[in-house]
């Protein structure tokens, strides 16, 4: 049997087809999540420029962004539930195909039009990968399915605090047709998920001979109870991401507004707060499955509110600082809030990773764009002001259910 061969030749190796951990799988699926969410942080990176270059409002910003993000998340739950139910190990590669194509419409468009055309395609990329990403990761776990998730969000966060760094050092100095450089990392991601898709289809032939590796809800839950559960989660991301939206897209702008400072320092201190994103999700994936996944959600939702509050009403050194502990805090509830959901609604890992990663985009798009709007009809340190207040909404996670299996 095919599936029968490709398991055996990648039996003997780190990535291993049974029920262990394989740790090579998650590296190479948070390499490949890394590359395409460094690809995707070069839109929001260079919003400045292209303000300038063609004279942008800040609600013609915000709607590239909500066509960038709607366009992945309104996708995701349908790749997803078709990937729960027709499973197609080499689609991670493919879908990397229409990133590349994005790309390069970006680098080379002219007007407003082509540019929503490019980041939509961008956007489709992203709905085929995450979904299909995630699968793989929980199927990689061992049973650590908060680690591995958090190995696998870790790589995004890593590729969306790198990605302004790249566009401050090559897009800013060269122009917008230096875009064009980063079809690299497209083919790249392309490549090695093709290694990726092998150990996947093994995989799948392995679940279907050893229906005991399947994961059954936990008990006690009845589907009244799991509905509302996910409820919260849906406040939770939310909270989360329109308030991360706001960081990502008006952050720059609002420390050149009030501090003065160049836009290369602006992108500097973005990457903090990006990069602290990047440590909070690897932190919040060893608590998740220490101490449980609740409380992980709990605290960090509702322990960036501090941070959160304080940081428009202060000097620019505190203001950075505020930020990175605001996104150390808040990254880690991510991981865990999939995890969380896949833990109720085990047979649907697909749909539910869909969901949430769609929830993510696409909330985070409407955030921006409702920010932008908001931010033209006052200003960019009021936005600061409002959005201050989303954490808050984290005391809800108080009413989740405890999924730990006694």
């Given at each position: 049997?095919?599936?029968?061969?490709?398991?055996?030749?990648?039996?003997?190796?780190p990535?291993?087809?049974?029920?262990?951990?394989?740790?090579?799988i998650?590296?190479i699926?948070?390499?490949?999540?890394f590359?395409?969410?460094?690809?995707?942080?070069?839109?929001?990176?260079?919003?400045?420029?292209?303000?300038?270059?063609?004279?942008?409002?800040?609600?013609?910003?915000?709607?590239?962004?909500?066509?960038?993000?709607?366009?992945?998340?309104?996708l995701?739950?349908?790749?997803?539930?078709?990937?729960?139910?027709?499973?197609?190990?080499?689609?991670?590669?493919?879908?990397?195909?229409?990133?590349?194509a994005?790309?390069?419409?970006?680098?080379?468009?002219?007007?407003f039009?082509?540019?929503?055309?490019?980041?939509?395609?961008?956007?489709?990329?992203?709905?085929?990968?995450?979904?299909?990403?995630?699968?793989?990761?929980?199927?990689?776990?061992?049973?650590?399915?908060?680690?591995?998730?958090?190995?696998?969000?870790?790589?995004?966060?890593?590729?969306?605090?790198?990605?302004?760094?790249?566009?401050?050092?090559?897009?800013?100095?060269l122009?917008?047709?230096?875009?064009?450089w980063?079809?690299?990392?497209?083919v790249?991601?392309?490549?090695?998920?093709?290694?990726?898709?092998?150990?996947?289809?093994a995989?799948?032939?392995?679940?279907?001979?050893?229906?005991?590796?399947?994961?059954?809800?936990?008990?006690?839950?009845?589907?009244?109870?799991?509905?509302v559960?996910?409820?919260?989660?849906?406040?939770?991301?939310?909270?989360?991401?329109?308030?991360?939206?706001?960081?990502?897209?008006?952050?720059?702008?609002?420390?050149?507004?009030?501090?003065?400072?160049?836009?290369?320092?602006?992108?500097?201190?973005?990457?903090?707060?990006?990069?602290?994103?990047?440590?909070?999700?690897?932190?919040?994936?060893?608590?998740?499955?220490?101490?449980?996944?609740?409380?992980?959600?709990?605290?960090s939702?509702?322990?960036?509110?501090?941070?959160?509050?304080?940081?428009?009403?202060?000097?620019?050194?505190?203001?950075?600082?505020?930020?990175?502990?605001?996104g150390?805090?808040?990254?880690?509830?991510?991981?865990?809030?999939?995890?969380?959901?896949?833990?109720?609604?085990?047979?649907k890992?697909?749909?539910?990773?869909?969901?949430?990663?769609?929830?993510?985009?696409?909330?985070?798009?409407?955030?921006?764009?409702?920010?932008?709007?908001?931010?033209?009809?006052?200003?960019?340190?009021?936005?600061?002001?409002?959005?201050?207040?989303?954490?808050?909404?984290?005391?809800?996670?108080?009413?989740?259910?405890?999924?730990?299996?006694?």
């Open positions: 049997m095919e599936f029968r061969k490709i398991g055996s030749r990648i039996a003997g190796t990535g291993a087809v049974g029920n262990g951990l394989a740790l090579s998650l590296v699926i948070g390499m490949s999540h590359l395409n969410d460094m690809i995707q942080s070069v839109v929001p990176a260079i919003y400045p420029i292209l303000k300038e270059k063609y004279q942008f409002s800040f609600s013609q910003i915000g709607l590239i962004t909500l066509v960038f993000q709607m366009t992945s998340s309104l995701q739950p349908v790749t997803g539930f078709y990937a729960d139910k027709h499973p197609r190990p080499y689609s991670l590669s493919a879908g990397m195909c229409f990133t590349l994005g790309l390069l419409i970006l680098a080379f468009a002219g007007n039009a082509l540019i929503l055309l490019s980041v939509g395609v961008i956007g489709f990329g992203s709905s085929i990968f995450h979904p299909e990403a995630s699968r793989v990761a929980q199927m990689a776990s061992g049973g650590r399915k908060s680690f591995a998730q958090s190995i696998f969000q870790v790589g995004g966060n890593g590729g969306s605090a790198v990605g302004p760094l790249l566009a401050a050092a090559v897009v800013l100095p122009g917008q047709s230096a875009i064009a980063f079809a690299l990392a497209a790249l991601a392309s490549c090695i998920m093709l290694r990726v898709g092998a150990w996947y289809k995989k799948i032939a392995y679940i279907a001979e050893h229906p005991a590796a399947r994961v059954a809800p936990p008990p006690g839950l009845s589907r009244r109870r799991i509905m559960s996910m409820g919260i989660l849906v406040l939770l991301i939310f909270s989360k991401y329109f308030y991360t939206a706001c960081i990502t897209s008006y952050f720059t702008f609002f420390l050149i507004d009030k501090f003065g400072v160049s836009v290369q320092v602006s992108q500097l201190c973005l990457f903090a707060f990006l990069a602290a994103f990047a440590i909070g999700t690897v932190v919040g994936g060893l608590c998740g499955d220490r101490w449980g996944r609740k409380y992980v959600i709990w605290f939702i509702l322990g960036a509110a501090p941070f959160s509050l304080a940081m428009p009403h202060l000097g620019l050194v505190a203001t950075v600082v505020c930020a990175f502990f605001a150390l805090i808040i990254a880690s509830a991510f991981s865990s809030i999939v995890v969380y959901a896949t833990d109720l609604m085990p047979d890992v697909g749909l539910v990773a869909g969901v949430f990663f769609g929830l993510m985009f696409g909330l985070g798009g409407i955030g921006s764009a409702f920010f932008g709007w908001l931010a033209d009809h006052t200003s960019i340190g009021f936005i600061f002001e409002v959005s201050a207040w989303l954490p808050l909404l984290g005391i809800i996670a108080a009413f989740l259910p405890d999924t730990r299996r006694k």
